[in-house]
C-alpha cells in the first residue's frame, strides 16, 4: 500500500535564548529561567484557538528538529550513556529521527490575545526559531505514572557547582536573569559526552552574548560573557 502524503504547517516559530544547539540543556525543564516566546501564525492567531488554555500549568510542545531534518540512523549514542553505548532511535530522544519530531514538556507562563496570539513558556529546550507544530494541554493524572520506568535513565544527571571570573560578573552587569540562565546551562554540563580536557575553553550563544567557559573538576567556569 502506498502511504498518502500528510502535511505538517508550523502554528508558529518560537524564539529562545538558543542560538546553537550546543548549550541547550538535554531535556525540557532543566533550565527555568530559559524563556521561550511563541507567536501564532495565521489563522491559528485568533483568541478562540487558545481559550481555556490559561487554566493549565503546563504544555506539550510538538515541534520540528528543523536543523537536522531529513537526518536519521537506527541506532544513536545517548550522552547519559557517556556517548560510547548505542541503543534504538526509538528508545531514545535523540533529533535525528525518521519523520524529525520532537516533543516538550514546558510551564506556560502567560498568554497575551491583545495582537494576535502569543504565549510565553519557561524551562524550554529548543533552539531559536524551531517550528512548532502543535500544542497540547499537560494533564496530571493521566500523564504523570508513579510506577513508571525509566530505562537508562535514571533521575536527573549530577550537576556541576557554577562560578564567574571577575570580568564575567562585570559584562554581565547585575543582569540577575542572565546570570541565573547562565548558571542553569552551565550546571548540566554540555560538553561533550567524551570532552575530557580541564583547559579547553568552550563557547555557547545565549540571545546575544558569546559565554566563554571552562571545565574544572565538577565547577563550570564562566570566563567572559560578550556582546555578540
Not at 528543523?66 to 532511535?89: D, Y
Not at 520532537?102 to 533552539?127: A, E
Request: aromatic residues 10%; charged residues 20%; hydrophobic residues 40%.
Amino acid at each position: 500500500m502506498t502511504p498518502h502524503p500528510h502535511l505538517i504547517h508550523p502554528i508558529g516559530y518560537i524564539s529562545t535564548p538558543f542560538a546553537d544547539k550546543f548549550g541547550i540543556p538535554r531535556q525540557p525543564s532543566l533550565a527555568p529561567n530559559a524563556i521561550g516566546t511563541l507567536k501564532l501564525l495565521s489563522p491559528y492567531n485568533h483568541a478562540d484557538c487558545v481559550r481555556g488554555l490559561a487554566d493549565f500549568s503546563h504544555v506539550w510542545l510538538s515541534f520540528i528538529f528543523h536543523e537536522v531534518a531529513g537526518q536519521w540512523s537506527p541506532m544513536v549514542r545517548p550522552p547519559r550513556l557517556g556517548g560510547n553505548e548505542k541503543v534504538g532511535v526509538f528508545a531514545s530522544r535523540s533529533p535525528f529521527r525518521p519523520n524529525s519530531l520532537g516533543l516538550s514538556l514546558v510551564k506556560l507562563v502567560d498568554i497575551d490575545t491583545k495582537n494576535g496570539v502569543t504565549l510565553r513558556f519557561s524551562g524550554v529546550d529548543l533552539v531559536n526559531q524551531t517550528p512548532i507544530i502543535d500544542i497540547k494541554p499537560y494533564i496530571a493524572f493521566v500523564e504523570s505514572q508513579s510506577d513508571a520506568k525509566s530505562g537508562f535513565v535514571q533521575g536527573q544527571p549530577p550537576q556541576l557547582q557554577v562560578e564567574f571570573s571577575e570580568l564575567a560578573l562585570n559584562q554581565i552587569n547585575h543582569d540577575q536573569h542572565l546570570y541565573d540562565l547562565i548558571s542553569e546551562v552551565l550546571a548540566q554540563d554540555p560538553r561533550p559526552a567524551y570532552a575530557s580536557d580541564p583547559y579547553r575553553t568552550y563557547g555557547i550563544r545565549l540571545y546575544h552574548f558569546d559565554i566563554k567557559w571552562r571545565c574544572d573538576g565538577q565547577t563550570a567556569i564562566a570566563l567572559a560573557v560578550e556582546h555578540q
